[in-house]
């Protein structure tokens, strides 16, 4: 533990933590409307505004947070129009964002392979103050919109049409799922990078449905499987000097392995108890002396 003597190693669990808790609490919502691979396009968006942040000397961060913002609402409108199908809105974010970042990197006048790599698979260790303050307050601002109009977003991820009809603001929770996805993907950039930042979103909430049943419950415990995975695997990343953000993605899918194992061993073992003859404990039949 003496590597938490250092204050950049303080930012990096913080920052960690933050992510770890809110973007489970987001994830969910995807998972239950079949979009789990949202945060990978919304990632590969996002590096293209980190390439219009270098390519004009600004904050990459916010460039990243405003184009992210702007894709994801857009993908969101065009689905929701029906102009293009889910899997079409995912490969344009794909492929135009991984495309348009690359070039915007290639042209600007910092074009550094280690600058790229950073945003793509996370520095965790580099994390500023001014970082950890955006990174504190976009999590806390996601983590409450998430607990806050949870019966509202559960609706909507279930049973569109019924919300719809139920007098609920459809368009606007869709844009707003798509807002706080955009905005966690970006404040992750830190922490596991635009390329693993998806694996946060829904890991631990797959692990946490191989056991729970009610939506409350997975929500409890994707969030604490995902701080765990987080706080974990920074505390590893420091030991074993390797990277956070692949750290922390290892550890998670470690747990699910291990949850999901665990669940089929419990669930095979309680099929053949109940397989056995449940045999109660009777008196014997009075025995009749003939004589």
């Given amino acids: 533990m003496s590597m938490f003597q250092y204050d950049f190693m303080i930012r990096a669990l913080i920052g960690a933590l ?11 919502y995807l998972v239950q409307r079949r979009m789990s691979l949202i945060g ?11 390439g219009v942040g270098l390519l004009l000397d600004r904050s990459p961060v916010l460039t990243a947070v405003i184009v992210a913002t702007i894709g994801a609402v857009a993908i ?7 102009r293009t199908s889910g899997d079409q809105a ?9 495309a348009g970042g690359v070039m915007l990197v290639g042209l600007s006048s910092n074009r550094s392979n280690a600058n790229l790599m950073a945003y793509l698979f996370g520095s965790l260790t580099t994390t500023s103050r001014d970082d950890l303050v955006v990174i504190v307050v976009l999590g806390a601002a996601v983590l409450a919109a998430m607990l ?4 509202a977003l559960f609706a909507i991820c279930h049973d569109e049409e019924y919300a719809r009809v139920s007098g609920l603001p459809v368009r606007t929770l869709n844009v707003l799922i798509a807002v706080t996805a955009a905005v966690t993907v970006t404040i992750a ?4 990078g635009l390329l693993l930042v998806s694996a946060l979103m829904v890991v631990p909430v797959a692990a946490a449905q191989q056991v ?13 499987l995902g ?11 420091g030991e074993a000097d390797t990277a956070a953000g692949a750290t922390i993605v290892v550890l998670a899918i470690g747990g699910f392995i291990a949850i999901a194992a665990g669940a089929a061993a419990w669930r095979l073992l309680r099929r053949r108890v109940q397989a056995f003859p449940q045999t109660a404990d009777v008196e014997p039949p009075d025995v009749v002396l003939e004589r």
């Fill in 18 to 28: 933050v992510i770890g808790l809110s973007a489970p609490a987001l994830g969910i």
């Fill in 40 to 50: 990978d396009g919304i990632g590969h968006v996002a590096l293209t505004g980190v």
């Fill in 76 to 82: 969101e409108l065009l689905r929701e129009r029906g």
């Fill in 90 to 98: 995912l490969a344009l974010l794909f492929y135009g964002g991984i």
């Fill in 148 to 151: 806050l109009l949870r019966p």
């Fill in 189 to 192: 950039m830190r922490t596991v």
């Fill in 212 to 224: 729970t049943r009610g939506f409350r419950g997975t929500m409890a415990l994707a969030m604490g």
């Fill in 227 to 237: 701080v765990l995975s987080a706080g974990t695997g920074v505390w590893l990343a």
